[in-house]
């Protein structure tokens, strides 16, 4: 199986901060990655598929990019509403989430 | 527009069987198909399987030998059974619309809780 590793685990920033957050495949996932944002009591939403393509609907301060192994989802300027739990997704093989990065405002 | 909404038991008894319901509205279960994922309280999120929409199914290998997913087309509906309940299987679980294999749509959610 292929396994994600996310960091860092828990990031905190300031709003209007640049942010990234990793996320590490076990082996090559061909850019077959999403991203998900998970706010506290709701269902995960699609933020980015295919590495760096933006979902209908998601601001434009997110971003994705990567290839081979790493990836990274970018939020240019951190807003307040962008707290959340944010999980990259393999759906190369065997789909695998990774194990989150819980985002809070300094 | 798009909806899922699981349904089911809230509390199961550790070694029984879970069933629960996936009931779709705004698209069709011949186009689309569709993944279950779960989450443990305060943990990530763990892909179960999924049905395609022609029918075939893959299951995550940690839980293939416990798990099966079926579907009614005619009521829109796709089922989930796992047997043999332990108490780590407590967790909110999610039916996702698929489209290219991923998660795009989600339900709500139901919290399912495994008691011994």
């Known amino acids: 199986d292929i396994q994600m590793t996310q960091s860092p685990s828990l990031l905190s920033a300031s709003v209007g901060d640049r942010v990234t957050l990793n996320c590490k495949a076990s082996q090559n996932i061909n850019k077959n990655l999403n991203w998900y944002q998970q706010k506290l009591g709701e269902a995960p939403k699609l933020l980015i598929y295919?590495?760096?393509n933006l979902q209908t609907g998601i601001p434009s301060r997110f971003s994705g990019s990567g290839s081979g192994t790493d990836y990274t989802l970018t939020i240019s300027s951190l807003q307040p509403e962008d707290v959340a739990t944010y999980y990259c997704?393999?759906?190369?093989?065997?789909?695998?989430f990774g194990s989150g990065t819980k985002l809070e405002i300094k | 527009q798009v909806q899922l909404k699981e349904s089911g038991p809230v509390l199961v008894q550790a070694s029984e069987t879970l069933s629960l319901t996936c009931t779709v509205s705004g698209f069709s279960l011949t186009n689309y198909g569709v993944i279950w994922v779960r989450q443990p309280p305060g943990k990530g999120l763990e892909w179960m399987g999924i049905?395609?929409?022609?029918?075939?199914?893959d299951y995550n290998s940690a839980l293939k030998s416990r798990l099966s997913i079926n579907r009614d087309t005619s009521k829109s509906q796709v089922f989930l059974k796992m047997n043999s309940l332990q108490t780590d299987d407590t967790a909110i679980y999610y039916c996702?619309?698929?489209?290219?294999?991923?998660?795009?749509?989600w339900g709500q959610g139901v919290m399912v809780t495994v008691s011994s």
């Open positions: 049905i395609w929409r022609n029918g075939n199914t």
């Open positions: 996702t619309r698929e489209e290219f294999g991923v998660p795009l749509d």
């Open positions: 295919y590495t760096n």
């Open positions: 997704y393999q759906y190369n093989s065997g789909p695998t």
